[in-house]
Structures are given as structure tokens and as C-alpha cells.
């Protein structure tokens, strides 16, 4: 079993920044990808940022390249998503995930999840 804390999240202006951040705990070694993925009010959950931790390679959604930027300190076991240029189309739910795949493009691809932790962006 693999244990996923996240903090960070919090309210912020328009244009500001946040970093969120994801501890790992448990068997951490299965893990092949992580994730963020959030969930706005009334809206289905997105993915918003993936990285693999052999490889380090990055993918990101559309709506935040350029903005946000997923990385790993492995001697931590912490992921981590630094946001820069908030827009209140951010606000969310943000969810941290861990997967045991090799490529984990969609949600039912993570085994674990975190509880979430909630960024609210002020216009």
C-alpha cells in the first residue's frame, strides 16, 4: 500500500503562485507514475499534470503548460506541482495519485490517491 499526503494548497490572487506538495509513504517502490489531477465544483476530475519516476519525462494538459510544473525529490518521496500565474479557472480540488503502470494517461490508471487539498483563486 502506498499513503499520499497533500498541503500546500490555499487562496491566492489572480496572477499569484501556490506550491503544492505530496508525500509518499508505504511501498513506494511499485510506483511507476505520479500525478495531479484536479476537480472543480460540479465538474468531472482532470488531470492536470503526470510524471514518470524512472524517466522524469512530464505531460501536462493544455490548460496549464507554460504555468504549472510537476517534479519529484525521490530522497524525499515527494512530488510536488509549483503553480505560477494562477487564473480562477484554477480553482479546484487538487488530488495527488500514484500509479503501478507504465503509461498512466487516464484516472483509472492510479492505484492511490490523496485526499485532496483545495486551492481557491481570487479575481
Known amino acids: 500500500q502506498v499513503q499520499l499526503v497533500e498541503s500546500g494548497g490555499g487562496s491566492v490572487q489572480a496572477g499569484g503562485s501556490l506550491r503544492l506538495s505530496c508525500a509518499a509513504s508505504?511501498?513506494?517502490?511499485?510506483?511507476?507514475?505520479m500525478g495531479w489531477f484536479r476537480q472543480a465544483p460540479g465538474k468531472e476530475r482532470e488531470r492536470v499534470a503526470t510524471?514518470?519516476?524512472?524517466?522524469?519525462?512530464?505531460v501536462y494538459a493544455d490548460s496549464v503548460k507554460g504555468r504549472f510544473t510537476i517534479s519529484q525529490d525521490n530522497a524525499k518521496n515527494t512530488l510536488y506541482l509549483q503553480m505560477n500565474s494562477l487564473k480562477a479557472e484554477d480553482n479546484a480540488m487538487y488530488y495527488c495519485?500514484?500509479?503501478?503502470?507504465?503509461?498512466?494517461?487516464?484516472?483509472?490508471?492510479?492505484?492511490?490517491w490523496g485526499q485532496g487539498t483545495q486551492v481557491t483563486v481570487s479575481s
Open positions: 495519485a500514484a500509479g503501478r503502470s507504465w503509461n498512466c494517461p487516464e484516472r483509472n490508471q492510479y492505484n492511490y
Open positions: 510524471i514518470y519516476t524512472s524517466s522524469s519525462n512530464r
Open positions: 508505504g511501498y513506494t517502490g511499485s510506483i511507476l507514475c
